[in-house]
């Protein structure tokens, strides 16, 4: 008898260490909506049709990414189900595809959306809800508020940082000149405007801006603009403008047989840009970069960029191998899959915030040698370093020292 109660005691000692055992793993695992043992669901809402579908090709690329992860096991042992919604650069579409996101697809989180008109109109929503809206591939410096909207980060150098490099640039290269300036008539352009002008107040009336131009998203053209600002008697010309509408001002400065100094955004002067405008006409160029030329033979045995290359050619064949906006979806795509690999078990909305905005230090596949993010949970800026270069009809001319706002 004592041995059978002694052998009782045992036995129910044992299945009371393993229910605990059991229950401490489980305990170690958290899960909010979008998430679980099997699955970690992701959306995001891109341009895909409309004046912005040339970065519909972001969401695209991202898809094929994780689809290629998915085939290799996933992240920790659970597949990616990444939702990228057409929003056409319209704010209500936005609108109406982010609720369609969180409240019907219940997605963990949302990455890599697209605009600052449309990211704005669900900024709020999203905060409300306490939903990441992580890697913004939009910089204006709006998203650079963890004390108000905490839940949202930028993933693109911020306009304002980018604007005041720009114009210290200019002061130190033609402290004497006349600037001419096209913008879009957003928070986007309008951000980049005021952060160059504030610089070039704090040094005087040296450099005059003598026109400015802007346009909307849905203007054919701007011809009547470029023409305006060619005769203004500006030797510089500041291009804040997108897609279809750079590609489109680059050739009218060829056509107009203008020759000034032209200083063009960070966000318009990848490869498929210059080409739609003839890269020959591209040449002389000036800007701010953090990211290296896919198409150059420069990188091509580069690691990152090889890695690109190869998911390309497997799943996205008809895009061009360079394609630097598509480079910039594959990169932030691995930033995406880094956040959630550190998230380990702990797949919830404020552990994958924390994760997002711990980034400093980190080098993404597209940045260049000496550029990390900056990211902290108390400055969201992500990238305060960039390097000026010159296009050279083939390629970015880098400066060699990389230079802070």
């Not at 949302?110 to 992580?134: E, M, W």
């Not at 897609?243 to 966000?267: D, N």
Request: charged fraction near 20%; charge should be neutral; hydrophobic fraction near 35%.
């Amino acid at each position: 008898m004592k041995t059978t109660m002694k052998s009782f005691a045992a036995g129910a000692a044992l299945a009371a260490a393993v229910l605990m055992g059991a229950s401490s793993a489980q305990a170690q695992k958290k899960y909010d909506p979008g998430a679980s043992d099997t699955e970690i669901k992701l959306g995001q809402t891109v341009p895909h049709s409309g004046p912005g579908s040339l970065y519909g090709v972001i969401g695209r690329t991202q898809a094929a990414y994780f689809q290629m992860l998915n085939e290799k096991g996933g992240i920790n042992g659970r597949k990616i189900t990444f939702l990228t919604l057409d929003d056409s650069y319209s704010a209500p579409k936005t609108v109406e595809a982010t609720r369609r996101l969180v409240e019907q697809e219940e997605v963990l989180a949302l990455f890599g959306s697209l605009g600052t008109g449309p990211q704005t109109a669900v900024q709020k929503y999203l905060n409300g809800k306490n939903i990441p809206q992580l890697l913004l591939n939009t910089g204006a410096g709006r998203w650079n508020d963890p004390k108000n909207f905490k839940w949202t980060t930028p993933g693109l150098p911020l306009y304002p940082t980018e604007g005041r490099i720009l114009a210290r640039y200019l002061l130190q290269k033609k402290p004497d000149a006349k600037v001419a300036i096209l913008y879009q008539n957003d928070e986007f352009g309008r951000d980049y405007m005021n952060s160059f002008k504030e610089i070039l107040a704090e040094a005087g009336d040296k450099v005059k801006v003598v026109a400015e131009a802007s346009y909307d998203l849905t203007d054919p053209t701007i011809d009547s603009q470029m023409i305006n600002l060619s005769k203004s008697g500006a030797d510089v010309f500041y291009n804040i403008s997108t897609g279809k509408a750079t590609s489109q001002s680059i050739r009218k400065v060829a056509e107009l047989g203008w020759k000034p100094l032209h200083l063009l955004v960070s966000t318009s002067s990848g490869r498929s840009i210059l080409n739609a405008a003839g890269a020959d006409n591209a040449i002389g160029i000036v800007a701010a970069s953090y990211t290296k030329e896919v198409g150059s033979p420069k990188w091509a045995d580069d690691p990152d960029v090889k890695g690109f290359q190869e998911l390309r050619t497997k799943y996205l064949p008809n895009v061009d191998q360079d394609n630097t906006i598509a480079f910039q979806g594959y990169s932030q795509a691995v930033t995406m899959a880094r956040i959630l690999e550190k998230c380990g078990d702990e797949l919830t909305h404020a552990n994958v915030l924390k994760q997002a905005t711990s980034l400093a230090g980190y080098k993404a596949p597209i940045f260049l040698p000496g550029i990390t993010y900056s990211t902290s949970p108390d400055d969201y800026s992500p990238i305060k370093t960039l390097f000026i270069g010159t296009f050279n009809g083939k390629d970015w001319d880098l400066d060699t020292k990389p230079v802070s706002q």
